[in-house]
């Protein structure tokens, strides 16, 4: 299992309840896993139901088992401030250069080196030792930005190549790079079972692999449960609309007399079961393209109560059966 596990998906497939929930289930049995946010939205903080995080790694909840998660929101301004310290010791003007703006400044002329500093703030958590030499996290859970901009922001030694050639920007761009491609690093792709996320997942694994990053697995969240399959829908459409009411009326829901509270239901329940006929209908064909992907699918339920902390331990569990930890 790869130490450094970024997650990424179309807005709105829920990638950041993945994230969260994929750091848990990394964390069961005693790991330690670190889950990070490079967004600024502050989205860990309110599904583990804690106040905001701040710039440094805080533990926010006890996995099964005894292990634990610690969470950082990464801010690129203090994250150059930081690298501004290690390699060129401004101290107190670095703090200056902040008040004037040149910070902001810099890392919005160019972005290319926010996304080193947000990159490289996440592979030094991978590579962190203690005193004793061991890993201090088992596991680094990244919530990283949209599929449409991950491979831009990962693939950082590139947008920089034009910014700094030479030095310690481009040198720090080199050493990220060699965590982000090699096996201690696994892109994963969220998605839904519509159309739309789920081309622009096969885009995103497309576009990452030609990067040379190391795509891991395919996270179809809120799969809605099957009521009916294939099977019962082909006996509902052949089913005789009189036999239907007889049905019902025998289950106790009114007489089949014609007008009946019985026959009064035939057509909505016709029309709803054409309406799950549709979305199922289209549920297969969207695994089915994801099928063709050639990566490991997992599969994550819609819970129907919305998502809260009991929810997100529920989504561990799930991962963790589906072995993904």
Known sequence: ???????????????????????????????????????GRQGIAQLFETEALPYEERKIAVAPGGGEVYALAIDPELALLDYLQMFYKLGGAGRAL?????????????????????????CEAVRRKDRAGRFVYDYVVMDAPPTGRITRFLNVNDEVAGLARIGPIHNQAQAVMRVLKS???????????????????????????????????????????????????????????????????????????????????????LDQAGQYAARYELEQEQRAVLGELDLPLHELPLLIEGMDLAGLYELATELRKQGIA
Do not use: Y
């Open 1 to 39: 299992m790869s130490r450094l596990q970024v997650v990424s998906g179309k807005g709105g497939t829920g990638k950041t309840t993945v994230a969260a929930a994929l750091a848990l289930a990394l964390a069961t049995a005693g790991k330690r896993t670190l889950l990070v946010e490079v967004e």
């Open 98 to 122: 902040k008040k004037l703006g040149a910070i902001d400044f810099a890392t919005t002329i160019a972005p290319g080196v926010r996304d080193v500093l947000l990159t490289g703030k996440a």
């Open 183 to 269: 096996r201690e690093t696994a892109v994963h792709l969220v998605t839904l079972l519509e159309e739309m996320p789920v081309q622009e997942t096969a885009d995103g694994i497309a576009e990452l692999r030609a990067a040379g990053l190391p795509v891991g697995r395919v996270m179809v969240n809120m799969v809605r449960p099957e009521v009916l399959d294939a099977e019962d829908l082909e006996r509902v459409r052949t089913l005789p609309r009189a036999s239907l009411a007889r049905a019902l009326s025998a289950a106790g829901l009114g007489g089949a007399r014609r007008g009946g509270h019985a026959e009064r239901l035939v057509d909505p329940l």
